[in-house]
């Protein structure tokens, strides 16, 4: 069956519900203006074609899709494709394309009923017109897309929808909570097989943050070897916000571990990983020559066992998901860039004898190399550092 000939006949399978979830799970590449001209399968392939999200020798997008939707039997039919190849494909860095946040609404809107529809109809009626709720064929995923032209839904502002779910179905938010702690969990059996004791704090308010790392500034860490404390959120230049709004410096958050606040740390490394945008502009790539890989660059950090005395902000490493001013992306099936490359690579890397600085270059290479096809945008994380010494993480 040549290229055509197989899109329409899985077009033909495709009811009107069918096609407005694959429409909704592709606004990240096709924008809603683009999509009001859609009224059909064949119109929407073409759209896709048009981005090159879909091509003769290039099926992944489109199986991705009819897996999102449940669609097994085109899968199987058409592409040659079972449900298990799938969710083992979907795995594995970077295959899927589908955004997390997407599948997430997508997850939402499966589990509401009818009468839970009417509901969310209700307390929307303020934010969205009587004469688009009125209309008994507006899904929830028509609802969504409203939600965001009116900017009280978006990847970084769940709190109506969330607020909403909570009165309409409280199961509704375990949904969106497993989409909220993917970094969280990827970061706690990182660290956790390499021996830290691991403690979550979740939804803090910036004066939250401070009173934390406060608490653990006045702690005795004599019998501990490093400190390392990951922060995921949303941020600013140099700022990272709480759940309140509320900003919290970067430098503030540091400068508690700093040799005279924090003496029991002295000498070890402090270490902090901030997973937050740092801005609002997109990085843009540039051509460069390409070698044969990444190249190695050799690091020797000495230190005289003579000196008595080290300076107040020794032994930090700053490890940032992004340069100031810009943004920081999340990946399309485990949550960020950075945190998703910087997990990756710990648990590769650490067990072959690597360094820290040595694996935050590679992570700095990964993340360098991914595209975000939207807004044709780049990202670069930076790490800074006063440690004095290497700084491995060994199993054993």
């Not at 970061?187 to 608490?215: P, Q, S, W, Y």
């Not at 044709?376 to 800074?384: A, C, E, N, R």
Request: charged share 30%; hydrophobic share 35%.
């Amino acid at each position: 069956m040549d290229f055509n000939s197989l899109l329409h006949e899985i077009g033909e399978q495709l009811d009107s519900d069918k096609l407005a979830a694959l429409k909704f799970l592709s606004l990240d590449y096709i924008p809603q203006r683009k999509q009001e001209h859609i009224k059909d399968p064949l119109a929407f392939f073409t759209a896709l074609q048009e981005k090159r999200m879909l091509e003769e020798n290039n099926l992944s997008f489109l199986k991705e899709l009819l897996f999102r939707i449940q669609s097994l039997d085109l899968l199987v039919k058409y592409l040659g494709v079972t449900k298990q190849e799938m969710e083992t494909e979907l795995q594995v860095p970077g295959k899927a394309q589908v955004s997390p946040y997407r599948v997430m609404l997508y997850n939402v809107f499966e589990d509401v009923s009818k009468e839970e529809l009417k509901s969310f109809k209700f307390f929307l009626s303020k934010e969205i017109s009587k004469y688009k709720l009125d209309d008994d064929d507006m899904l929830l995923l028509d609802i969504f897309v409203e939600m965001e032209k009116k900017l009280i839904l978006g990847e970084r502002n769940l709190d109506a929808l969330k607020k909403i779910c909570g009165q309409v179905n409280k199961s509704l938010l375990v949904i969106i909570s497993d989409y909220e702690t993917l970094m969280r969990e990827a970061l706690k059996k990182t660290f956790g097989a390499l021996h830290f004791e691991v403690v979550c704090f979740d939804d803090c308010t910036a004066n939250r943050i401070c009173e934390v790392l406060k608490l653990y500034q006045k702690m005795d860490h004599s019998e501990r070897d490093c400190f390392v404390c990951c922060i995921l959120s949303h941020g600013d230049k140099g700022v990272i916000y709480g759940t309140d709004g509320q900003e919290a410096p970067i430098y503030e958050l540091t400068s508690y571990f700093t040799g005279l606040k924090c003496p029991s740390l002295v000498g070890k490394p402090k270490i902090f990983f901030i997973q937050a945008c740092q801005g609002d502009n997109y990085q843009k790539g540039i051509a460069v020559d390409t070698d044969s890989g990444l190249q190695e660059v050799g690091l020797e950090m000495t230190l005289s066992s003579q000196k008595s005395y080290i300076p107040n902000e020794a032994d930090f490493l700053l490890g940032m998901a992004t340069v100031n001013n810009y943004v920081s992306y999340r990946s399309t099936t485990e949550g960020t860039w950075y945190i998703q490359s910087l997990c990756k690579r710990l648990t590769e890397r650490c067990p072959r004898g690597d360094d820290i600085l040595t694996i935050l270059t590679e992570v700095n290479y990964e993340v360098s190399s991914k595209d975000d096809k939207k807004n044709m945008g780049k990202q670069m994380p930076q790490p800074t550092f006063t440690l004095r010494k290497k700084l491995y993480f060994p199993l054993h």
